[in-house]
């Protein structure tokens, strides 16, 4: 199964000004294709050929570390271009969804605060993310390329803190960036969606 680079889902200016289009040309044509490029040619002759992106991910992990670390974020960024929308974001969650936040994780505010806390704290480059672990949702980071898929649980949102997800944009400021995705990009339709897929 070879690795394509999906179009946006929207335009390159729709998420302006909270990601730019600038941002979003290096980080979509640039980043992402070097991932799917790079991963195709380690790909062949790995014996995972005919599997699955997600099982590539979880089968190269540990033992193939240049692909996994490229299938990696080719999984990571086929869902985070979709994790975002114009005019998204902000505490109105679709109802199954709200209703888990409020259970498991202490509604809306303490979620936006623990999401952001983890992005915000996880050193270097990496991600911040929502999962399913055992029915239950839970927040978590990982580094580089690593995703909740390798520990047992099926991430239903995540955000890119590597610099060159906001550095144009925010410069320094990670936690700036991370504040404007939940209020004002986050696509809670989409969240639903895995939520749902990952609850069955």
């Known amino acids: 199964m070879a ?3 999906p179009a946006l889902p929207y335009a390159y200016d729709s998420l302006a000004p909270f990601m730019s289009a600038e941002t979003l040309e290096f980080h979509h044509d640039k980043h992402h294709q070097a991932y799917v490029t790079n991963g195709n040619n380690l790909l062949k002759d790995s014996g995972l050929e005919g599997l699955s ?3 590539i991910v979880k089968q190269s992990h540990g033992k193939n ?5 490229n299938a990696g974020q080719h999984y990571n960024h086929i869902h985070f271009w979709n994790w975002m929308k114009k005019d998204g974001g902000g505490n109105k969650l679709p109802g199954k969804l709200q ?3 409020d259970s498991d994780l202490g509604g ?3 979620f936006k605060a623990d999401f952001v806390a983890a992005g915000t704290t996880q050193f270097g480059s990496g991600w911040a993310w929502l999962s399913v ?3 239950k949702l839970e927040i978590s980071k990982t580094p580089n390329g690593e995703s909740p898929l390798i520990h047992g649980a099926s991430p239903i949102l995540g955000v890119d803190v590597w610099e060159h997800s906001y550095y144009i944009d925010y410069r320094n400021a ?3 960036y991370l504040e404007a995705f939940v209020d004002s990009l986050i696509n809670w339709d989409y969240v639903a969606e895995m939520y749902e897929a990952a609850t069955k």
């Open 3 to 5: 690795f394509e680079l």
């Open 99 to 101: 209703a888990a936040v």
């Open 108 to 110: 809306y505010d303490k």
């Open 174 to 176: 990670r936690p700036k």
């Open 53 to 55: 992106l997600e099982e």
């Open 133 to 135: 672990k055992d029915g």
């Open 65 to 69: 570390a240049g692909l996994f670390n």
